[in-house]
């Protein structure tokens, strides 16, 4: 389709010659140089049609041509379009993919709105120079090519000065060194453009996700100051980039039309002495003047193609990341737990900084054990190397003698259920957030699990029911309703594992005791890792574990924890003076 359309522009040109000379003019055209036969040939048959009769099939292949340039032009955009919607489409889901790859803390070190920022923008950005970019390099350089054919065959049949042709050949360098150095600066400003567009996707992820805690503080002037100053400064960088951009064509466009000019000059006093077709300077002109517009817009060609490079290089970062957490080639499927899981020397350390070291104990199949400790001593890390959040930086964690790094990831995460302080919900149905994870599960059995997680009355208090949408993070619900739909979740998964991580540390009285009767329902035959800060929700631990700077330093039940007198007696004793 590009090189039909350019085709039909090199004809328009090469029509000027009979129109000018043979129907205004009156004159058959006249070669003076050399042409190919088949040119010739076509030259004497225009020059025995009368100019009037002429004129008239000049006019229906005028408008043939151009219907057809037309034609060509809507399927080339088209088609183009399509391409870079499915280039932009599969980058997207590559790159959704790779996310779903990456371990938990890459998220625990890069912000959820410069990844956002990523799909969004930086697709974006690529998109936009394949619809205008790619287009545009292959279309104007075709035209480019096809304008200068016609200016040489123009030169060569009507034996056109070679000074014509060198004044010609001046455009090229002119325009195309200072927009190679435009386009360097351009590339550079992108990159902070991306940066900054990453920082108002955080600021305005962060600020409506708290915006209670916002209106709580009554930070409304504080934040909207904040992002008018990321906004203002992401305007003043884009102004940079629209500053270049804008500054190529018009440049481009000048030395274009000075160029012509002289010709124009030179050209003008040739026809005046009858050295030279009038028809024939008027197409050299035309063809001259038609290389201004593809050198423009290949200007900007090159802007857009630095802005796309600065965001692929940014993609391809995510892309190239390699995930800490990998699969072993020779890993097993963990069909069943039956005897214990085993923490054997285990260290951890995070950005260089110890949070666990030399962990040692084991869990029999169908204890609870707890682990309690102060804030920060790394309870739940301990707890996140179980599903392989997290690796040991030595040491080795066992279910039934086999290291968990042996093990593959699918069926390790299969048989383990977590329950955390902060229940993740999604904006979807009641229905679809329980059976999440298990989406072939009759609906009968969805019932029994709320029942079991004393979900059930609730639920069918809301205004569908079970095909109630629950909002963002599932925000129309209370806490501890949100608290019972995530245990009713996790009692249909029915993992033989499960961490409850401080689950109840956030709730009122009343939906406490109603999570707490469901987790207790939920603990029936399973092995438990528990974390609490309450004491009083692990008086059913078959072995509490104390931590004190990430070292285990009491390991009991309570009875014999209480006896020594030690760490866990201290911080019994606080909470219940």
Same mark, same amino acid.
């Given at each position: 389709?590009?090189?039909?359309?350019?085709?039909?522009?090199?004809?328009?040109?090469?029509?000027?010659?009979?129109?000018?000379?043979?129907?205004?003019?009156?004159?058959?055209?006249?070669?003076?140089?050399?042409?190919?036969?088949?040119?010739?040939?076509?030259?004497?048959?225009?020059?025995?049609?009368?100019?009037?009769?002429?004129?008239?099939?000049?006019?229906?292949?005028?408008?043939?041509?151009?219907?057809?340039?037309?034609?060509?032009?809507?399927?080339?955009?088209?088609?183009?379009?399509?391409?870079?919607?499915?280039?932009?489409?599969?980058?997207?889901?590559?790159?959704?993919?790779?996310?779903?790859?990456?371990?938990?803390?890459?998220?625990?070190?890069?912000?959820?709105?410069?990844?956002?920022?990523?799909?969004?923008?930086?697709?974006?950005?690529?998109?936009?120079?394949?619809?205008?970019?790619?287009?545009?390099?292959?279309?104007?350089?075709?035209?480019?090519?096809?304008?200068?054919?016609?200016?040489?065959?123009?030169?060569?049949?009507?034996?056109?000065?070679?000074?014509?042709? $060198?004044?010609?050949?001046?455009?090229?360098?002119?325009?195309?060194?200072?927009?190679?150095?435009?386009?360097?600066?351009?590339?550079?400003?992108?990159?902070?453009?991306?940066?900054?567009?990453?920082?108002?996707?955080?600021?305005?992820?962060?600020?409506?996700?708290?915006?209670?805690?916002?209106?709580?503080?009554?930070?409304?002037?504080?934040?909207?100051?904040?992002?008018?100053?990321?906004?203002?400064?992401?305007?003043?960088?884009?102004?940079?980039?629209?500053?270049?951009?804008? %500054?190529?064509?018009?440049?481009?466009?000048?030395?274009?039309?000075?160029?012509?000019?002289?010709?124009?000059?030179?050209?003008?006093?040739?026809?005046? $002495?009858?050295?030279?077709?009038?028809? %024939?300077?008027?197409?050299?002109?035309? %063809?001259?003047?038609?290389?201004?517009?593809?050198?423009?817009?290949?200007?900007?060609?090159?802007?857009?193609?630095?802005?796309?490079?600065?965001?692929?290089?940014?993609?391809?970062?995510?892309?190239?990341?390699?995930?800490?957490?990998?699969? &072993?080639?020779?890993?097993?499927?963990?069909?069943?737990?039956?005897?214990?899981?085993?923490?054997?020397?285990?260290?951890?350390?995070?950005?260089?900084?110890?949070?666990?070291?030399?962990?040692?104990?084991?869990?029999?199949?169908?204890?609870?054990?707890?682990?309690?400790?102060?804030?920060?001593?790394?309870?739940?890390?301990?707890?996140?190397?179980?599903?392989?959040?997290?690796?040991?930086?030595?040491?080795?964690?066992?279910?039934?003698? *086999?290291?968990?790094?042996?093990?593959?990831?699918?069926?390790?995460?299969?048989?383990?259920?977590?329950?955390?302080?902060?229940?993740?919900?999604?904006?979807?149905?009641?229905?679809?957030?329980?059976?999440?994870?298990?989406?072939?599960?009759?609906?009968?059995?969805?019932?029994?699990?709320?029942?079991?997680?004393?979900?059930?009355?609730?639920?069918?208090?809301?205004?569908?029911?079970?095909?109630?949408?629950?909002?963002?993070?599932?925000?129309?619900? &209370?806490?501890?309703?949100?608290?019972?739909?995530?245990?009713?979740?996790?009692?249909?998964?029915?993992?033989?594992?499960?961490?409850?991580?401080?689950?109840?540390?956030?709730?009122? &009285?009343?939906?406490?005791?109603?999570?707490?009767?469901?987790?207790?329902?939920?603990?029936?035959?399973?092995?438990?890792?528990?974390?609490?800060?309450?004491?009083?929700?692990?008086?059913? %631990?078959?072995?509490?574990?104390?931590?004190?700077?990430?070292?285990?330093?009491?390991?009991?039940?309570?009875?014999?924890?209480?006896? *020594?007198?030690?760490?866990?007696?201290?911080?019994?004793?606080?909470?219940?003076?």
């Amino acid at each position: 389709m590009i090189l039909s359309s350019v085709f039909t522009s090199g004809v328009s040109i090469g029509m000027i010659i009979p129109l000018v000379d043979r129907v205004l003019g009156g004159k058959p055209i006249v070669i003076t140089g050399y042409i190919p036969d088949f040119l010739k040939a076509l030259i004497i048959r225009i020059n025995s049609i009368p100019p009037y009769r002429l004129l008239n099939y000049m006019i229906f292949w005028l408008i043939l041509v151009f219907m057809l340039k037309a034609l060509f032009t809507f399927f080339q955009s088209y088609f183009m379009n399509d391409a870079s919607q499915r280039v932009v489409r599969d980058i997207k889901e590559v790159l959704y993919s790779k996310f779903l790859t990456l371990p938990i803390n890459y998220f625990d070190t890069n912000r959820a709105g410069t990844l956002v920022s990523r799909i969004t923008y930086d697709a974006g950005v690529i998109q936009n120079s394949i619809t205008e970019g790619l287009t545009d390099l292959i279309y104007h350089s075709l035209q480019i090519l096809v304008c200068l054919c016609a200016i040489f065959i123009i030169k060569v049949a009507f034996s056109i000065s070679w000074f014509f042709l $060198l004044v010609s050949l001046i455009i090229p360098p002119l325009v195309v060194l200072p927009i190679v150095k435009i386009g360097r600066k351009l590339r550079k400003i992108s990159r902070q453009s991306q940066e900054k567009m990453a920082d108002i996707n955080t600021m305005l992820y962060e600020t409506i996700t708290g915006m209670r805690i916002v209106k709580a503080f009554a930070m409304e002037d504080y934040e909207r100051n904040r992002f008018i100053q990321q906004n203002n400064q992401f305007y003043k960088i884009n102004m940079k980039s629209i500053k270049r951009m804008i %500054a190529i064509g018009p440049f481009s466009e000048f030395i274009g039309i000075v160029t012509a000019v002289f010709i124009l000059w030179f050209g003008g006093k040739e026809v005046v $002495l009858g050295r030279l077709s009038l028809g %024939a300077f008027i197409a050299y002109l035309a %063809a001259l003047l038609s290389l201004v517009r593809p050198f423009n817009r290949l200007s900007r060609v090159y802007g857009v193609n630095q802005q796309a490079l600065a965001a692929a290089t940014r993609i391809f970062v995510i892309l190239d990341t390699e995930p800490l957490i990998t699969q &072993s080639k020779d890993a097993v499927e963990l069909s069943h737990f039956k005897e214990k899981i085993e923490f054997k020397d285990v260290s951890f350390n995070y950005d260089g900084q110890e949070v666990l070291k030399d962990i040692n104990f084991s869990v029999k199949a169908g204890d609870i054990i707890a682990v309690v400790g102060p804030s920060g001593v790394g309870k739940t890390t301990l707890v996140n190397l179980i599903p392989r959040f997290y690796d040991p930086l030595k040491g080795a964690i066992l279910i039934d003698g *086999k290291d968990i790094r042996e093990i593959t990831l699918k069926s390790l995460r299969e048989r383990i259920g977590i329950v955390t302080q902060e229940t993740i919900l999604f904006n979807d149905t009641v229905f679809a957030n329980i059976t999440y994870g298990r989406l072939d599960i009759p609906r009968q059995a969805v019932f029994e699990a709320a029942k079991v997680a004393n979900a059930h009355d609730f639920i069918m208090r809301l205004p569908r029911q079970y095909d109630t949408i629950l909002g963002e993070r599932g925000f129309k619900i &209370s806490g501890g309703e949100r608290q019972r739909v995530a245990i009713a979740r996790a009692v249909l998964k029915n993992p033989p594992i499960l961490i409850l991580d401080e689950a109840t540390s956030q709730l009122d &009285s009343e939906s406490e005791l109603l999570v707490q009767q469901a987790i207790e329902n939920l603990m029936r035959g399973r092995t438990v890792f528990l974390i609490a800060h309450r004491l009083s929700t692990i008086r059913h %631990a078959s072995k509490i574990v104390v931590l004190e700077n990430g070292r285990i330093v009491e390991m009991g039940t309570q009875d014999e924890l209480l006896e *020594k007198n030690g760490a866990y007696k201290r911080y019994y004793a606080m909470q219940f003076r």
